[in-house]
């Protein structure tokens, strides 16, 4: 065991560190200058169990910023000399604004132990905090202390060579800055992975960080380390302006305004109570919003708010694209002659294979850049934080945390992103069993299947809240379902984690249509590549092999020549080897091809019942497809396709993401088996409780 230990001392200045110091070292101290500078320097020496210890009290700073010599000098003595300990001294009376350089010393990796001192005053003020529980969420030992009177301080001693021998635990938190910001922090990171090795004691995430920062000393020292850092220090500018874009902020404010969410995260979950605290606007907010009893339905009321848009402000622009669609369907008749006989010709296949079917999907763009536009704002705003927060306490009884909601969040918009932004949650555990119920939350795929079943079926006063209840049910059904895992296959316990909570903040314009424009426009590249192409092979899947001439001549009508190409076809033979077993939901071959064909992607349940149904007659193709769906199918199958689109068949790309974050085939086919059977037998049930009640006819 060694005998000799550096600890250092960092805190805010009057934070009581100088009295602390003095209560470790004694008269065993001298001061000097740091060298080649006037700033004070400060060691002292202790004794304990046969340890000799150096204290170095650094100077006082609130933060490791590096505007001013104090600051810098602090800095680069943590980064360059690397003591064995770091004490971290806090005014217990004034936590958030002390905890902002506790999170900047987290972010250096190095190992910590807080002294939450002047507890004396705090209780006075009546701030009453939960020190264990601070400490597991900041994943450092914490000792509270009273400096002028010596409290505590033997135990911080002893805490700290602990922690520098690795007899003690010291493992800060991940401080995440959100996905936006994550992702251009690990495209810097990318840049500077070939010269890895030459950055020595830089840790890559810190001086990505820091470069985003634009900071000056480590821009600097990144040009001193690397030889080729050009590259490097133009990724950075580039995803500071991206992030400039977006949130409509300085990157270094962004970065700053997630690390008071993380501390205000911690602080609403540890400060028991705050009896003579004055809150600022968002705290008085926060009063109202995360209230245990109102929180919930605040969060289901602007949900319901947000469906109510989706539908209403879509409705008209919707229609428009449905006239477009119906008036380029019409000049393709008008331009390409079809078979008097063969429903398969090239008139079909521009009219029904790519209008009918991809081009039905385009129609409902509406409806998802309405719906994004909102989620955009609800995230911007600093809202969608408080959601995961109400959320916390549900989720901590279904084994999981309130983290795990905001992956589900992101899911909104796409389950892709939404598994592979699990790894927040630092648990395994709780990580696997949150990627495995991801897919119950609606997806923007799914938007459009709902916004064509939905007006098909129910009346415009029931639309929106139709679609509330099968996003609400799709929550409650994933939470049930992890409650479920953590009990059986993934039983263990769950972690604290903190609560982040960035101030509330007035979403730019800019930004709000930034986020909406590339959201909206992969959901148009997808329809222009994967659901075109799928919709095109699904065609000739519906249209061969080709019956005789002779027997669609004595069909008559366009329609009874249609059926009877579909009986025969490939669609055909397929769906009516399926029909006896989806029969029983109140599903036909058709609508079992169209789901089979959305394995792929959810919209093109879409674009192959357009291809089924002929559409592209009318002037508005979503209409018309309504329309014959209404014709052919009972509110309970309606119902029952919502229910099914929801739960059942989680398309391919979200099953080989889960496969790659999970580690295993077993847990992904596991996810898609498992939600297929749940969704059947939803459907199943519900459809067959409808017939019992003569409400399936």
Known sequence: MPSRIRIALAGNPNSGKTTIFNAITGARQHVANYPGVTVEKKEGLARRDGVEITVIDLPGTYSL???????????????????????NIID???????????????????????????MDVA?????????????????????PTVGTKSEGVTELIDASIAVALGRLSSKPAAVKYGTEVEEEVAKVQAALAPDAHRLGKYSPRWLAVKMLEEDEEAVRQVGAVLPGAGEALSQAKKSGEHIRAIAGDDPEIVLADRRYGFISGACQESVVSTAESQHLLSDKIDVVVTHRA???????????????????????????IGAALGWVSGLVRAAVPASPYHPANLQSLIVDGVIGGAGSVIAFLPNVMVL????????????MARAAFVMDHLMHKMGLHGKSFIPMVIGFGCSVPAVMSTRIIENRLGRLTTMMVIPLVSCGARLPVYALLIPAFFAPRWRAGVLWFIYVFGIVLAVAIARLLRGTLLRGESHPLVMELPPY????????????????????????????????????????????????????????????????????????????????????????????????????????????????????????????????????????????????????ATVVVTRRESGSWKWALLQWGGLTLVGYLAALLFYQLAALFGAAA
């Open 123 to 143: 209780a006075e003020r009546g701030l009453k905090i939960d020190v264990a529980h601070l400490s597991a969420l900041m994943g450092v030992p914490i000792v």
């Open 65 to 87: 910023t590096a505007y001013s010599l104090e600051e810098i000098v602090a800095r680069n003595f943590l980064v360059d000399e690397k003591p064995d300990a770091v004490i």
């Open 372 to 383: 994004f536009f909102a989620i955009a704002v609800l995230e911007n705003s600093g809202y």
């Open 92 to 118: 217990a009376s004034n936590l958030e604004r002390n905890l902002y350089l506790t999170v900047q010393l987290m972010e250096l990796g190095l190992p910590l132990v807080v002294a939450l001192n002047m």
């Open 505 to 652: 903040r007035m979403p730019t314009l800019k930004g709000l249509l930034i986020h909406t424009w590339e959201r909206s426009w992969l959901y148009v590249k997808k329809a222009g590549t994967v659901i075109l192409a799928a919709s095109v092979l699904l065609w000739f899947a519906a249209h061969w092999p080709a019956p005789p001439e002779k027997g669609l001549a004595a069909a008559g009508t366009k329609e009874q020549a249609n059926a009877l190409v579909l009986s025969g076809s490939l669609v055909g033979r397929v769906g009516r080897a399926m029909e006896p077993a989806i029969r029983p939901i109140g599903f036909d071959w058709r609508v079992g091809t169209a789901f089979l064909g959305a394995t792929a992607a959810k919209e093109i349940f879409i674009s192959q019942m357009g291809i089924v149904f002929s559409v592209g007659e009318s002037a508005d193709t979503a209409a018309e497809l309504r329309g014959k769906l209404a014709a052919e199918y009972s509110p309970a199958s309606g119902f029952a396709m919502l229910l099914f689109t929801l739960i059942a068949t989680p398309c391919v």
């Open 294 to 320: 109102l929180g919930i339905p605040i969060l289901l009321a602007l949900m319901y708010v947000v469906f109510y848009f989706a539908f209403r402000a879509a409705n008209a622009p919707g229609n428009w």
